[in-house]
T-cell receptor, first 111, second 113 residues
């Protein structure tokens, strides 16, 4: 089974609203990453948060990490139509420290 | 501009045929990876290579083969033994360990004729 699982699977909001996506994982990790994928394209790295960090910001993105609950959240503030994409979390808790990706949250931002 | 180039963008495979997907990077990264993505799903690791002339199986290596003769290139062959090859294939690279940031190509969509 996948190490990371995103919730919700799909999210539809209006432009200007905030979008929150959650990721849960099963084993201890060194870091957790969030990626974005536009339809039919490759993944683009958004942010990496280390296991000893609790919160990280990058522009309109805010990521939190709670290692006690084995969960992370990605908040996109003041969303735009261009934010429409799938968002994946990736963790490195498996053998060999390979990244394991969750199933993703499909975000639609309506103009 | 530095990046990862995958080709072709679309590929069709006939029964019993092997096909090879190309992945080239000019980022001077040591590590390269191949992932498979099925519709509405996350990524699953097929093969990875952390150094030239060395590669390791990932979670779903059966029916696939790779080579790493040059640092810049990591081609993936989908063999006839892979009975369900229809998927979106993504190549990625990273500077060092896999746990760091990975850079992705724009994928190859493989379908069966």
């Amino acid at each position: 089974s996948q190490q990371g699982e995103e919730d919700p699977q799909a999210l539809s909001i209006q432009e200007g609203e905030n979008a929150t996506m959650n990721c849960s994982y099963k084993t201890s990790i060194n870091n957790l990453q969030w990626y974005r994928q536009n339809s039919g394209r490759g993944l683009v790295h958004l942010i990496l948060i280390r296991s000893n960090e609790r919160e990280k910001h990058s522009g309109r993105l805010r990521v939190t990490l709670d290692t006690s609950k084995k969960s992370s959240s990605l908040l996109i503030t003041a969303s735009r139509a261009a934010d429409t994409a799938s968002y994946f979390c990736a963790t490195d808790g498996n053998a060999g420290n390979m990244l394991t990706f969750g199933g993703g949250t499909r975000l639609m931002v309506k103009p | 501009d530095g990046g990862i180039t995958q080709s072709p963008k679309y590929l069709f495979r006939k029964e019993g045929q092997n096909v090879t997907l190309s992945c080239e990077q000019n980022l001077n990264h040591d590590a390269m990876y191949w992932y498979r993505q099925d519709p509405g799903q996350g990524l699953r690791l097929i093969y990875y290579s952390q150094i030239v002339n060395d590669f390791q199986k990932g979670d779903i290596a059966e029916g696939y083969s790779v080579s790493r003769e040059k640092k810049e290139s990591f081609p993936l062959t989908v063999t006839s033994a892979q009975k369900n090859p229809t998927a979106f294939y993504l190549c990625a690279s990273s500077i060092g360990q896999a746990r760091g940031e990975q850079h992705f190509g724009d994928g190859t969509r493989l379908s069966i004729l």
